[in-house]
């Protein structure tokens, strides 16, 4: 059974560019989850959706930051512009009834980096 | 406010030597759950454990185990004959807002191990 699939892997962009990092959930899972892991901050929570719905963005850095969950098996996180501070690894989780305790389940990241 | 504090930044242990990871965690919900995470030099997030407020049974799978106290709020991992495929970063993770549209899974520090051979 396929795992959270997260693309690209790595990203090497120039600051003012827009950045598009994609995800594609376990089927059946209705929680997805952004977050981005720096080594001044650890592992932080951007945005979680529930059943296509964004609950919380308040982890969301910026206006610079968006996140789109159109159907429960795809979700982007759009930066633009990027800037050097934005390097960092993005991941993609998704659970079944995170409400309940369910564990997440993490994508392989991606890895951005700004110049 | 929720909150999980991983005091140990860096522990270095020698091959089967047992380490324990420290966990502890602030919450102010009556029901939440406690997680393990480890993630590996190749970067993955591998879910480890997941415990739920009201069991407080301590757990063994192998060489590893946890033990969970509330009167201490805290989630410790031991990883007993400790071997060098353990090196990882560890995370504690705590989520609460149970039941409720605010669920959110917040994570410690990390506890990066490192086991010599």
């Known amino acids: 059974d396929a795992g959270v699939i997260q693309s690209p892997r790595h990203e090497v962009t120039e600051m003012g560019q827009e950045v598009t990092l994609r995800c594609k959930p376990i089927s059946g899972h209705n929680s997805l989850f952004w977050y981005r892991q720096t080594m001044m901050r650890g592992l932080e929570l951007l945005i979680y959706?529930?059943?296509?719905?964004?609950?919380?963005d308040s982890g969301m850095p910026e206006d610079r930051f968006s996140a789109k969950m159109p159907n429960a098996s795809f979700s982007t996180l759009k930066i633009q512009p990027s800037e050097p501070r934005d390097s960092a690894v993005y991941f993609c989780a998704s659970s079944l009834e995170a409400g309940v305790g369910g564990e997440l389940f993490f994508g392989e990241g991606s890895r951005l980096t700004v110049l | 406010a929720q909150k999980v504090t991983q005091a140990q930044t860096e522990i270095s242990v020698v091959e089967k030597e047992d380490v324990t990871l420290d966990c502890v965690y602030e919450t102010r919900d009556t029901t939440y759950y406690l997680f393990w995470y480890k993630q590996p030099p190749s970067g993955e997030l591998v879910f480890l454990i997941r415990?739920?407020?009201?069991?407080?049974q301590n757990e063994i799978s192998g060489r590893y185990s946890w033990n969970f106290q509330k009167s201490t709020s805290s989630f410790n991992f031991t990883i007993t004959a400790s071997q060098v495929v353990d090196s990882a970063v560890y995370f504690c993770?705590?989520?609460?807002?149970?039941?409720?549209?605010?669920?959110?899974?917040?994570f410690g520090t990390g506890t990066l191990l490192a086991v010599q051979p």
């Open positions: 415990r739920n407020s009201f069991d407080e």
């Open positions: 993770a705590l989520l609460g807002g149970y039941g409720g549209a605010t669920n959110k899974l917040i």
């Open positions: 959706f529930n059943n296509n719905v964004p609950i919380d």
